[in-house]
């Protein structure tokens, strides 16, 4: 058997009906770490600088990373180097946005749909920026996400709050970032790209913080806390649980149950930050729901066929 042969058994071996059950429970529960790392951020934001906290969030959360893919990190080339920093700065940039979106957030839940565009995002942008035909289903799901936007951004007349336009430029980066991580993923390892990327990406923010913020003068408990299940709960184990299970199923099924995270975190705010929607951002997050949807349509069939 060839090597390429035993390479796409290898592979085939691992998607199986059982491991493809454990995928999908595995990855839900990373759906709910994601959307409860949205509180601790949140919560974290009450004492600490938004950039600031990113810095010390990402920076510790990829050294911790690298320690398990120190062997990884050894054996990439420099062009490897350059490809993983490229996707880091990317990825910096997008979530210092994030970061000033959710501290501005007025509804963490309305945040989350936003910033969850990028997944709509995605094939627009490959096709104007490497001409990739898109699917389809784009030209559905793009009406109904432009629609679910307006709702939220113009239920007051024209008049976007910060939180929003800043998700919203976080949503086009993060869209950017996985087409440059997808790129950068097939000839590199998931473990060592991923520890370059957070570190970077923390970087980008500490530069950000140092220029723009001021730092507070004593550190306390609630901060240590805070930050301390940033980092573990909603960064390092999601990051590994997640790839743990990717490696257990395909991307397009692992896309599909990623769509619940900005459902979980609208829930998990109601209930933790007693948050309430109006019926215009209820109806606009819907309609972001529905273009979710539609854009992973063909992967939605494959799953309730499995």
Sequence with gaps: ??????????????????????????????????????????????????????????TLAGLLLAVPGRRALAAL?????????????????????????????????????????SVVLVPLLSWFVFREKPAATLWVALPLAVTGLALLALRHGFNP????????????????????????AARISALALSAIQLVLVGLVALVLSLLLEDWPADITASMLLWLALSITVGTSARFLLQTYAQGLTSPSHAA?????????????????????????????????????????????KGWFRR
């Design 77 to 117: 080339t420099a062009r490897e180097w350059r490809a993983s920093g490229l996707v880091g700065l990317v990825f910096g940039v997008a979530m210092s946005l994030w970061i000033m979106g959710l501290f501005n957030a007025h509804t963490l839940g309305e945040g989350a749909f936003i910033t969850s565009l």
């Design 1 to 58: 058997m060839s090597s390429q042969s035993q390479s796409k058994a290898a592979v085939h071996s691992h998607h199986t009906p059982a491991n493809a059950l454990r995928a999908d429970l595995i990855l839900l529960v990373v759906t709910l770490l994601a959307a409860v790392s949205w509180m601790f951020s949140k919560e974290a934001l009450h004492e600490f600088p938004p950039l600031l906290f990113m810095a010390c969030r990402f």
């Design 161 to 184: 709050d910060p939180g929003q336009l800043y998700f919203f430029a976080a949503a086009l980066l993060l869209s950017l970032t996985f087409i440059l991580n997808s790129r950068a």
């Design 256 to 300: 599909v149950i990623m769509i619940l995270e900005p459902v979980w975190t609208a829930v998990f705010a109601a209930f933790w930050f007693s948050e309430r929607m109006e019926v215009a951002q209820i109806l606009g997050c819907t309609l972001i729901l529905a273009a979710l949807l539609v854009n992973r349509w063909a992967a939605i």
